[in-house]
């Protein structure tokens, strides 16, 4: 929306542009500027990647990222996962989980972008707090000049609320995707939720890791 100037979707999905699942050749097919997205660690893209394109790192609370990832992982049918979230939580804590451990991703990219002028880092934390100004501040990044005004539209339009009722998730055909009854990609949206799921103890495990390996380390992120 930033890009094209304008706050109206496309008729896409966020899968048809993420590295981890379309093949290389198809990368050529898509319409310049292409605006990709990916989980990968920075050690899996190609280095000419990193070094000159615009990079958007998106980082949240590992509280709410331990929650969010073992309801979208109990939630798909095809992960075949029914374990309950204390267990779940062990295995996030050692990294047991297909996506890795989060303080070593999170690491992995700091060390890649950290002080580099062709990446930004935003917070799902500064996103909840004030969607208009994150827009704005990835705007200037992008080097693209809007109003105001357009940024309150994209925030709206990409507002948790309007995504989960208007967006389709997953394109037919894509990926082979279903969910449980109950379950959704698009859950609560909140970032506070985590304090409904994690005990006294799993919180501090969690705050004692966030010392550790990211404060103590001058990795400063606003979670």
């Known amino acids: 929306m930033i890009v094209r100037g304008k706050a109206e979707r496309i008729p896409r ?7 981890d699942f379309i093949e290389s050749e198809k990368f050529e097919s898509l319409e310049s500027p292409r605006v990709l997205n990916s989980h990968f660690y920075p050690s899996f893209l190609p280095e000419k990647l990193l070094k000159e394109n615009k990079i958007i790192f998106v980082a949240r609370n590992p509280k709410a ?3 969010s990832y073992y309801r979208h992982t109990f939630g798909i049918t095809e992960t075949h996962y029914n374990g309950n979230f204390p267990s779940f939580f062990e295995m996030f804590m050692k990294g047991d989980v297909p996506t890795g451990d989060y303080f070593k991703y999170t690491k992995q990219w700091w060390s890649v972008i950290k002080d580099k002028p062709n990446a930004l880092i935003v917070t799902y934390e500064d996103a909840s707090e004030d969607f208009q100004k994150v827009v704005l501040t990835i705007a200037e990044f992008l ?27 997953v394109k037919e055909g894509l990926l082979q995707i279903t969910f449980k009854e109950n379950c959704s990609f698009y859950r609560s949206g909140k970032v506070s939720t985590w304090k409904e799921w994690l005990t006294v103890d799993q919180s501090e495990r969690l705050d004692a890791r966030i010392q550790s390996e990211l404060i103590d380390q001058e990795i400063i992120l606003n979670i």
């Open 65 to 67: 990222v331990a929650v």
């Open 143 to 169: 080097d693209k000049k809007i109003s105001d005004q357009l940024a309150l539209e994209i925030a709206d339009m990409c507002s948790f609320d309007k995504m989960k009722k208007e967006k389709k998730v």
């Open 13 to 19: 999905v966020k899968e048809e542009y993420m590295v």
